[in-house]
């Protein structure tokens, strides 16, 4: 999408977007703009309502902001308006901000109408958006100069539009391969240097846990790397996202909920989305972030229960659970990035258990780690743009859950309770004692129900979370 400013709206024809602060139901002055009166008995710019009114050849779409507004509602807002009102964007269409919008409220509002343009149906015949048209050029009425805050909004909503295909898109499409290929292309386009080991590699260097959980299937596993490395980087993130592109749940396999498995790669696709949009907006941190890529099958060479396995950082495993497997990876990618890369902050992303749904609902991540400074400032990035995080406890009393008499560790505590904690110790086990990092189990935010499709489908949880964190260091 282009965007071009423009003085006034004289010769204007076309749609024209006017955001509104709310008013009262009884105030006896009504709304106006551009020659076009309102009465607040029908409008008063009530939070989640809008208005179209035909006049001067224009349509114009009075959109309610309500008295108060923050940049997830904003965004929401627009959204909806750009995905249920598709016929009033025609050739023609100006935004009009308000006066009192600052850069922030203006970036949420052109991320919600880029987002607006995403359709679930990827194998239906759809007619494309008219917003997501190449030639298509939004046309805006600023008193400020907004131009930075409007190409950042873009390119938010672009990172998670990908994020929300890699998610969505089935799993017969998106396996390891297409996520390392993905990875590539991005690499090329955006400025970070990628490499993928596959099952040979993987093997050569000892990635054995993350081999293990993609033994049961005939798409090759693969461990995807990418690095960011702009000059006189200030400081250097680690992430590590979980990629398991289909979760059958192995030979403990899934009785229920199968079907919606080709989301249990949304962490990886989180971190995927992530780096586009860190190199995309030129950051200043170096960030290295690891994606291991694999389904979780079954067939002859599924790993089993009471397999004891071994993992990169040398440490045993006993394997109570095939359907922990999201664990196995992620302790192999977070020993590779720590041991060869050394960033001075990690972080990891996974819908790992179904416990954290149970503890925290749908409305937030669970939030991991030991470091309190780390903790407050993903709070506060999650909180700045409605991506919010609790903090759950790592105490050394959890520890014990998963202890094991044959190995070094088993892969699963086996009781009903704590699932998220005692998953939580488990990587902490093999991050070395590092001093800043947190883990951050999406599995309720990730995927899930809103007004947008009538089934579940991907959110980009954690794309613009992380990337908010990393430009507030």
Sequence with gaps: MKTKQIKSLDGFTGTILIPVYETNAKSIVPIEYHGTTVSSKVFYGKKDTHYLVEKYDCTHVFIGLGAAIDYKSIKTIFRRIASKQKEVFGQNVALAFPEKFNPNEVEAAVSGLVLGTYDLGHYKKNET?????????LQYLAKNDVEEA???????????LETFNLVDLPPNKVNPKYLADWATEAGEKYGFEVTVFGKAKSTEIGLHSFLSVGKGSANEP???IMEYKPEKAKKHIGLVGKGITFDTGGLNIKTAGMVQMKCDMAGGAAVLGAMQ?????????RVTAIVPACEN????????????????AGHSIEIIDT????RLILVD???????NYKPETVIDLATLTGSVIGTLGYECAGLFTNNEELSKRLQQSGDAIGERLW????????KPDIDSEIADVKNYSGKPVAGAISAAKFLEYFTEDHKSWAHLDIAGVAFGDDEFAKTKHATAYGVHLITKFIENL
């Design 277 to 285: 949009l860190i190199a995309d907006l030129q950051l200043p941190y």
């Design 150 to 160: 409007i190409n950042k909004g873009i390119k938010i909503a672009n990172a998670q």
């Design 391 to 398: 903090q759950l406890p790592l105490w050394d009393e959890y």
């Design 129 to 137: 958006h008219p917003l997501a048209k190449d030639n298509f050029e």
């Design 323 to 326: 359907d922990a497997e999201g």
């Design 333 to 339: 990618g977070l020993s590779y990035l720590i041991k």
């Design 222 to 224: 693969q461990f995807i």
């Design 297 to 312: 099958s079954v067939d002859a060479h599924s790993f089993m229960p009471s397999d004891v396995i071994q993992s990169y």
